[in-house]
């Protein structure tokens, strides 16, 4: 098997992940350590009963495996809030970028940064919780944590593990969702109670997670051959192999269409997967993509961004037609990307040392501006629910707001 090795300029190429660890109770962190250590429950493996998804032309899938959840971890209790978010860089109006196809227009950016109380906490990814209050993963050493930001910036951390977490997405049960393991899917309550479900595969490396159309979770396995998961808020799980191999899916979104929507990082495609399992991918004409993130936009169609050095703004209809915007400038990096209450797209750029949010509209125009912290490599990017523009700095050790 191929060395797994990804084109972008990743942050952390593999989680620091235990296949089945301690984790820690949800006090809120004070010195970074754990406040009493929360053992799992005894987890659990079923039969083998998915089906696999068709591929482009006609290929067979293989089986998709099936696991029961494993059993509920002892709960702990959220502590009090922690450490108040440090004041931002007060939002100073920054001239507008470099403008993409579709002409040229600047903008004034009000953007607001949030100081993490814990040092080097690499925020990787951001969601609207069902309490109103955004929610971060923090990836940095090994002492992971998730983060709890309210739309007034005040900022709370609760260990989980001594393991990274990466993805994190707001589940249809009011619960938060993301990998806890290599191998793993955690279920958050806000209440204190962690869960683990087993991944039949080992070591499958879940990059992107996402509430479907169905009432299931669906995420995606960079690892190996590449597969799409879904699990149940009960916690049982199939996979579906995908049609390329060693393809590399990484994020992934729910579609107007009512489909899932996937990047491939290294296959250079764009995947559509029904909620029964049908898998087709759609290919780029331009080559040697780092496709990265993907989100539906106002218009009815998904947009995506590749991240390689040269890298642009990609737009693909339901039905599978690819639209590429490309910078002005080149030397852009778009990592993430979401819709905004405004009706444009909004993503961040990780190229050079000054990194900014961009945001380009339905026909195409890219407008782009600078973050205060140079360096900050923004990610996880998120609409919330006070119609402003979330991010995780993942460098810069902050939370970032911009108004539309």
């Not at 235990?18 to 809120?28: L, T």
């Not at 250590?37 to 495996?65: F, H, I, N, Y």
């Not at 990274?164 to 938060?176: F, H, K, Q, R």
């Not at 990998?179 to 806000?190: H, K, T």
Request: hydrophobic share 35%; charged share 15%; glycine share 20%.
């Amino acid at each position: 098997m191929p060395a797994l090795e990804f084109k972008m300029p990743f942050l952390s190429p593999t989680l620091r992940l235990g296949r089945f660890g301690v984790f820690c109770s949800f006090a809120v962190v004070a010195s970074g350590g754990c406040a009493e250590p929360l053992r799992l429950g005894t987890l659990s493996t079923g039969g083998r009963t998915g089906s696999g998804g068709t591929g482009a032309g006609g290929v067979a899938g293989d089986s998709g495996a099936s696991a029961t959840g494993g059993s509920s971890g002892i709960a702990g209790s959220l502590g009090g809030t922690g450490t108040g978010g440090a004041a931002g860089y007060g939002g100073a109006s920054i001239a507008g970028g470099s403008a993409g196809t579709g002409g040229s227009s600047g903008m004034t950016c009000n953007i607001v940064e949030f100081a993490l109380p814990t040092a080097d906490a690499e925020p990787s990814d951001i969601t609207t919780g069902s309490d109103g209050n955004l929610w971060f993963s923090e990836d940095g050493g090994y002492g992971s944590k998730l983060g709890r930001i309210t739309p007034a910036g005040e900022i709370a951390e609760f260990a989980i593990s001594p393991y990274g977490t990466g993805s994190i997405a707001a589940g249809p049960d009011g619960n938060l969702w993301l990998p806890c393991d290599p191998s793993g899917i955690c279920r958050f309550s806000l209440t204190g109670t962690f869960t683990e479900f087993p991944i039949p595969s080992d070591g499958v490396l879940v990059h992107g997670i996402v509430a479907g159309p169905d009432g299931n979770l669906w995420f995606t396995e960079a690892a190996g051959h590449g597969a799409i998961g879904r699990i149940t808020t009960s916690g049982t799980v199939t996979e579906f192999p995908i049609p390329t191999d060693y393809g590399q899916p990484f994020r992934i979104a729910t579609g107007p269409d009512g489909n899932l929507w996937f990047t491939e990082n290294s296959g250079n495609r764009i995947g559509r997967i029904t909620t029964s399992g049908t898998v087709i991918e759609f290919p780029l004409s331009t080559s040697n993509n780092a496709l990265y993130g993907i989100a539906a936009g106002s218009d009815g169609n998904l947009w995506f961004t590749d991240a390689t050095s040269d890298g642009l703004i990609g737009r693909i209809t339901p039905t599978g037609t690819i639209t590429e915007f490309h910078f002005a400038t080149r030397d852009r990096s778009p990592s993430d990307i979401t819709g905004g209450p405004d009706g444009n797209m909004w993503f961040g750029d990780i190229a050079g040392t000054i990194h900014r949010i961009g945001r380009i509209t339905p026909t195409g125009t890219i407008t782009e501006c600078d973050i205060p912290t140079a360096d900050a490599y923004p990610v996880g990017l998120t609409a919330g629910p006070d119609d402003n523009i979330w991010f995780a700095e993942a460098s810069g050790n902050k939370i970032g707001r911009i108004t539309p």
